[in-house]
Nanobody
Framework: QVHLVESGGGLVQPGGSLRLSCAAS????????MGWYRQAPGKERELVAT???????NYADSVKGRFTISRTSAKNTVYLQMDKLKPEDTAVYYC??????????????WGQGTQVTVSS
């Protein structure tokens, strides 16, 4: 089994910062891509930032210049540094990984989600 465990959400005032973490564990042969999505109430889940299979980064236009994705050298933990937060960043943030497990087919894994609320 493969598990993605997120941490770091919470309540922050507009203009503030938060850092999310996501650690992948389990029977993993390789992680092909890994990043963050979010879903606000009444809206569809959307990409926030991700490392692609080519080791490039991809950001949503709405977070460029404010959010930074990073990862460990082992590529099994990703971080999302969120600065200059806005109320419209309020959402449940989900970690996502394109995983090739040992002895099993490649699949997309999701974390349980962590709530980020930006409010004064």
């Amino acid at each position: 089994q493969v598990h993605l465990v997120e941490s770091g959400g919470g309540l922050v005032q507009p203009g503030g910062s938060l850092r999310l973490s996501c650690a992948a564990s389990g029977s993993i042969f390789s992680i092909n891509a890994m990043g963050w999505y979010r879903q606000a109430p009444g809206k569809e889940r959307e990409l926030v930032a991700t490392f692609t299979s080519g080791d490039n980064t991809n950001y949503a236009d709405s977070v460029k210049g404010r959010f930074t994705i990073s990862r460990t050298s082992a590529k099994n933990t990703v971080y999302l540094q969120m600065d200059k937060l806005k109320p419209e960043d309020t959402a449940v943030y989900y970690c996502n990984a394109d995983v090739s497990p040992f002895g099993s087919r490649r699949f997309m894994a999701w974390g349980q989600g962590t709530q980020v609320t930006v409010s004064s």
